[in-house]
C-alpha cells in the first residue's frame, strides 16, 4: 500500500484525484447529514449550512493549497497508519494517510494522532513475528493474522 501510494502520489494527476475525492466526500456526507437534519432537527439547518459554508471554503483552501505545494511523498511528508481495535474508525482495515506538513494539519483533526500506529512499524513487527510464528503449529490462524491481531489492528 505504501509503494502504491507513493507511485500514486508522483503522479500529476495526484492532486486533482485527491482534492476531487475529497469534495465528492465532503457533498456526500453534507447531503446525508442534511437530509437527517430537515427530518428531526430542522431548526439546526440555518447553524449547519453556515458550519459547511466554511467547511466547503477550507476543502478549497486545501486543494489550492495542494497544487501550490505539492511534496514528495517522503516519510517527512505523510504519515502512513493504522487505528488499531477497540479505538478504530471503522470496523475493518484501513490505513490512513496523513499531510504532515504543518500549514496542512490546519485540515485534518490531530484528536486521532494519539491512537495512530505508523505502518512502518507494523512492518517491522510482522517482520519480526516472520520468523517465531511462522513455526507455531498450533494456531490455525496464519501467523500474519495473528500479528494483527495482537497490535490489534483486526480481531
Ligand atoms: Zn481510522
Redo the contacts with the bound molecule.
Keep these: 500500500m505504501i509503494v502504491h501510494f507513493r507511485d500514486f502520489w508522483s503522479r500529476p494527476e495526484s492532486i486533482n484525484k485527491v482534492t476531487g475525492w475529497l469534495k465528492i466526500a465532503v457533498e456526500r456526507r453534507a447531503s446525508a447529514v442534511r437530509a437527517s437534519l430537515e427530518s428531526h432537527a430542522p431548526d439546526k439547518m440555518d447553524e449547519f449550512d453556515a458550519v459547511m459554508k466554511e467547511v466547503f471554503a477550507s476543502s478549497e483552501k486545501f486543494a489550492n493549497d495542494l497544487h501550490l505545494q505539492h511534496h514528495p511523498a517522503d516519510d517527512k511528508t505523510f504519515l502512513l497508519g493504522?487505528?488499531p481495535a477497540p479505538e478504530?474508525?471503522?470496523g475493518y482495515l484501513?490505513m490512513?494517510v496523513i499531510l504532515m506538513h504543518p500549514e496542512f494539519r490546519q485540515f485534518s483533526t490531530e484528536v486521532?494522532d494519539w491512537k495512530?500506529v505508523p505502518a512502518q512499524a507494523v512492518i517491522e513487527a510482522i517482520e519480526e513475528d516472520a520468523v517465531t510464528r511462522r513455526c507455531d503449529t498450533r494456531s490455525t490462524k496464519p501467523w500474519w493474522r495473528r500479528t494483527l491481531t495482537s497490535l490489534g489492528l483486526v480481531l
Design positions: 493504522f487505528h478504530a474508525s471503522i484501513h490512513h486521532h495512530t
